[in-house]
């Protein structure tokens, strides 16, 4: 939900963006205004020295934070770890992830983004690495819920550190790219994966484990380059001289227009919440967080499953050393990846014809169908399984962008940055319920099929209730 939120959420805060410390102010009415050529020359700088390091630390985060997944088997039987404490073990993550967004951002704020980013990453790759020497599932908890502790604050964080730097006209393309880190992600997850699981036995240390100590390391090296090397805002940009540090500043004043006076925080919250489709809106988004966590967190387990030729997804202790990890985690490659295309195809498809109902709609019910058919298509051979688990993917994935889209569509200029805050802490809140609830359906039926069909349903009734639903802008 982040990934989709972004680029709404950043070109959304009109009247914050002209009153956060750390910009330059040099700009006075009497000044002649930069030509389109200078902006563009200092933008595109701007852009090229900050937005490789923020696509690094989405990608870093997402890798990090959905890691567990491709060791899901190995870390099982090393802790004896049943399916609904992987469920809650995955789930934690997210009650600090979702909480703490804001606070941290408020620290952020004060200490200033290169010292807070620097915090935040180094604790995340400690806590990461923290993973691979669990030895007790009250240790996969602890490791869990720090690394949610100290992620919470990179979203939020990174999208204010641009906010310092890009006026709203110039927000989407650097935010477009910063988040595309999140995705190339999850592209890179399941080969990485397979790679570092190839150091099985390597100084008597077991290859599950070696990827979780390992992953976690880029983000302490990423944590204090990002100390030394990002500047607090533009005015501490030692590569921008004066006077491209003044056509950064008019680059605000020139988007600033005369604005209706700002809602208080009741009257943002009271028109959110008052407005019922929003409320409709959300519970899809909410129902619909149960496919998607099913894809990330057991997405290999289904692999799993189809490689060892069980087409009815039951799980037991013996059958998960009939394939080798590494050969699960390469194969998971593929729906990820392809999950990833469907995200930014079906999120550009929805802006250029200016359409979000059927591009939400649409998305939720092919990848629900396909999902559901999983387990028959699987029973054919790993070559079927795994192209109807792809479609899945790309159906639960490509909504997003529309559908938060969609949303936007009824909140207004005065509300909006509060709303997009309010929604997408409610759906991340909701991804902790979710895993343990399929922790536990998988655990009492002794088989993945019925999670399968239970996150099929939601997507086709979730899928259905968005096309229904009118497009309109807020009143």
């Avoid at 990423?222 to 501490?236: I, V």
């Amino acid at each position: 939900m982040d990934t989709a939120v972004a680029v709404e959420k950043a070109t959304s805060l009109d009247e914050p963006l002209l009153e956060v410390s750390g910009r330059p102010n040099s700009y006075s009415d009497g000044d002649d205004k930069p030509s389109a050529a200078e902006f563009d020359f200092v933008y595109e700088k701007v852009n090229w020295y900050l937005v490789p390091t923020l696509f690094l630390i989405n990608l870093v985060c997402y890798v990090d934070r959905c890691n567990v997944s491709m060791v899901k088997s190995k870390l099982g039987d090393a802790i004896d770890l049943s399916e609904t404490e992987y469920g809650i073990g995955t789930g934690i993550f997210f009650l600090p992830y979702a909480l703490l967004q804001i606070p941290s951002n408020e620290v952020l704020k004060k200490v200033g983004t290169p010292l807070w980013l620097g915090i935040i990453l180094i604790g995340w790759g400690i806590s990461s690495s923290a993973t691979g020497l669990v030895q007790t599932t009250g240790q996969f908890y602890a490791a869990r819920l720090f690394l949610g502790v100290f992620e919470a604050g990179t979203f939020p964080g990174v999208l204010y550190f641009l906010s310092l730097f890009f006026p709203e006209s110039r927000s989407a393309f650097p935010v477009g790219l910063t988040v595309a880190g999140s995705i190339c992600g999850t592209c890179l997850a399941a080969p990485l994966a397979a790679a570092l699981l190839e150091l099985e036995g390597v100084l008597g240390i077991a290859g599950w484990r070696w990827l979780l100590l390992l992953e976690g390391v880029p983000a302490v090296a990423l944590g204090l380059f990002t100390m030394s090397y990002l500047p607090k805002g533009p005015k501490n940009a030692t590569f921008l001289s004066d006077a491209e540090k003044d056509i950064v500043a008019k680059g605000f004043r020139s988007d600033a227009e005369p604005k209706a006076p700002p809602l208080s925080f009741k009257e943002q919250a009271w028109s959110i919440v008052k407005h019922g489709y929003l409320w409709v809106l959300l519970l899809a988004s909410v129902l619909l967080t149960f496919p998607q966590t099913l894809g990330v967190f057991w997405g290999p387990a289904l692999i799993q499953s189809m490689l060892d030729g069980d087409g009815n997804f039951q799980f037991k202790d013996e059958h998960k050393d009939a394939s080798t990890v590494s050969e699960v985690a390469l194969l998971t490659t593929i729906p990820y990846l392809l999950g990833g295309v469907a995200m930014v195809a079906i999120g550009w498809s929805s802006t250029h014809f200016r359409e979000r109902r059927y591009h939400s709609g649409t998305p939720a019910i092919l990848g629900g169908v396909a999902f559901g058919l999983v387990p028959l298509m699987a029973r054919g051979g790993i070559v079927s399984g795994i192209g109807f688990l792809s479609l899945a993917c790309m159906g639960i994935s490509g909504f997003s962008g529309p559908l938060t889209s969609l949303a936007m569509s009824y909140m207004n200029e005065s509300n909006r940055a509060f709303g997009v805050a309010w929604w997408n802490m409610m759906v991340n809140l909701c991804n902790f319920p979710a895993a343990i609830f399929l922790g536990m359906l998988a655990e009492e039926t002794n088989s993945y099929r019925f999670p399968i069909y239970f996150c099929a349903s939601l997507s086709v009734l979730c899928g259905l209730l968005f096309i229904s639903l009118k497009d309109s802008s807020a009143k």
